[in-house]
């Protein structure tokens, strides 16, 4: 197995030294110039590779270096990039759907992504959902999170919120979260918020909290190595995601795993997930009044806490176990194999 990859993207450590290329990143500044280095420089590592398939992620563009070199692949959607298709300039829709019509499979990690592609032609039958699922040995209601509690100052009765979603792009919205903060504080005084996470929004966070007086409630942890994940889930009670564009999101199944009662945002992503009073709590999303509502009931609740726990861990086992989506996509890897 190879790797290529655009620059931005992190690549965890790998014990097997897997080769990896890198090219340089695109941005739509200097899409028109430097995708056709990118292009020829991907053309030249796959003739020298002469792989067997492809597993394009994302980058749809980057499927005509797979077409003319005549190399079957897989096209996987995360979201973004197809949630805003409707919007784009008929050019890149154009792109993506020969992208999608080429691949021999193309794989999404929520139906809501399904019926985008449905909708610009894709038949329904040429994609499958398949989510990138949680490893269930690793996270589970069973973890102890006691020393991350004591790590971080909490008290034994203190309810904890905890966010674990990237400091970039606003449409994370973690600031919504920080703003519900004082208004939570004044129904319940027994909280705090763990916020995972790292990137360029931090420093503005960090002095949003101090603005808002919150700091004292409010644990600011970093990244977090993936081998304590779920310690630091399992010292929470409430997992909390602001985001307003989304799909199938890992963090909310990784806390679903552990048992974690949800309040997430209202949008499609979420709603193949979370039904709203059955195993969590939705928000309209932007709106930290609504979120700080629905905490409070939480907080408030430590039956419902306990009960949307226990389903939401039900789910992730029956529908999003990490060893069951893998042997979904390698059966796709042997299908192409074998033809």
Not at 37 to 47: H, S, V
Not at 262 to 289: C, M, Q, S, Y
Request: hydrophobic share 40%; proline share 6%.
């Amino acid at each position: 197995m190879s790797i290529i990859a655009d620059s931005r993207t992190w690549i965890a450590p790998n014990p097997q030294s897997t080769p990896t290329y890198i090219l340089p990143q695109l941005t739509r500044k200097n899409f028109p110039n430097r995708y056709i280095q990118n292009f020829q420089k991907t053309m030249r590592i796959l003739k020298n590779l002469k792989p067997d398939l492809v597993h394009l992620h994302a980058q749809y563009y980057y499927s005509p270096a797979m077409i003319l070199a005549g190399i079957p692949f897989i096209l996987t959607s995360w979201g973004v990039e197809v949630l805003t298709l409707p919007k784009e300039n008929i050019a890149i829709k154009f792109l993506a759907r020969e992208a999608a019509m080429k691949a021999y499979k193309v794989t999404v990690d929520a139906n809501c992504l399904k019926e985008i592609w449905a909708r610009i032609g894709i038949p329904k039958s040429k994609v499958e959902v398949i989510p990138f699922g949680v490893d269930l040995e690793i996270f589970s209601p069973q973890v102890d999170g006691s020393e991350i509690r004591g790590r971080l100052g909490i008290q034994s009765d203190d309810v904890v919120l905890i966010s674990t979603r990237p400091f970039r792009n606003h449409h994370y919205n973690i600031e919504c979260l920080i703003k519900a903060v004082p208004l939570i504080l004044k129904s319940c005084s027994n909280i705090k918020v763990i916020m995972k996470g790292s990137g360029p929004l931090e420093g503005y966070l960090q002095n949003l909290a101090k603005k808002l007086g919150v700091s004292d409630y409010v644990r600011f942890v970093g990244l977090v190595p993936h081998a304590e994940m779920a310690n630091y889930l399992a010292a929470a009670d409430i997992y909390v995601s602001t985001c307003f564009v989304d799909t199938t999101s890992v963090s909310l199944l990784e806390a679903m795993a552990c048992g974690l009662a949800p309040i997430v945002t209202d949008i499609d992503g979420n709603r193949e997930w979370i039904a709203n009073g059955e195993n969590g709590l939705l928000f309209p999303p932007k709106n930290h009044v609504a979120l700080a509502e629905k905490a409070i009931q939480l907080i408030k609740d430590e039956n419902s806490r306990k009960r949307f726990g226990k389903k939401c861990y039900k789910i992730v086992e029956q529908k999003a176990s990490w060893e069951d989506c893998v042997v979904k996509m390698e059966h796709i890897y042997q299908t192409i194999l074998n033809l």
